[in-house]
Nanobody
Framework: QVQLVESGGGLVQAGGSLRLSCAASGRTFSSYAMGWFRRAPGKEREFVIAIAWSGGTTSYADSAKGRFTISRDNAKNIVYLQMNSLKPEDTAVYYC?????????????????????WGQGTQVTVSS
C-alpha cells in the first residue's frame, strides 16, 4: 500500500498563490508518475497536472497551463503543486495520486483510471 498525504490547502484571494505538497510513503516502486486532480462542488473529478518519475515530462489540463507548475523530489517522495494567479473557479478539493505502471520518462496520464493510489485531499478556496 501507498499512503499519500496532501497539505498546503487553504483560503486565498483571487490572484494569489498556494503551494500544495503531497508526501508518499509505504510501498515503493521503481518509477511512478504523480498527478493532481480536483473536485469542485457539484462537479466531477478532473485532471489538473501530472509529472513523470524523471521530472522531465509533465501533462497539463488547459485550465492549469501558464498558472500551475508541478515538481517532485524523489529522494523525499514528495510532489509539489505551485498554483499562481488563482481564480475562484479553482476552488476545489485537490487530490494527489500515484500511477505506478507508468515508465520513468513517459508522459504521465491524464485519466484517473491509471492512478492506483489516492490521497484524502486538501481544500483550496479562492475568494473573489
Amino acid at each position: 500500500q501507498v499512503q499519500l498525504v496532501e497539505s498546503g490547502g487553504g483560503l486565498v484571494q483571487a490572484g494569489g498563490s498556494l503551494r500544495l505538497s503531497c508526501a508518499a510513503s509505504g510501498r515503493t516502486f521503481s518509477s511512478y508518475a504523480m498527478g493532481w486532480f480536483r473536485r469542485a462542488p457539484g462537479k466531477e473529478r478532473e485532471f489538473v497536472i501530472a509529472i513523470a518519475w524523471s521530472g522531465g515530462t509533465t501533462s497539463y489540463a488547459d485550465s492549469a497551463k501558464g498558472r500551475f507548475t508541478i515538481s517532485r523530489d524523489n529522494a523525499k517522495n514528495i510532489v509539489y503543486l505551485q498554483m499562481n494567479s488563482l481564480k475562484p473557479e479553482d476552488t476545489a478539493v485537490y487530490y494527489c495520486a500515484v500511477a505506478p505502471a507508468v515508465g520513468a520518462v513517459a508522459a504521465p496520464p491524464k485519466r484517473a483510471i491509471y492512478y492506483t493510489y489516492w490521497g484524502q485531499g486538501t481544500q483550496v478556496t479562492v475568494s473573489s
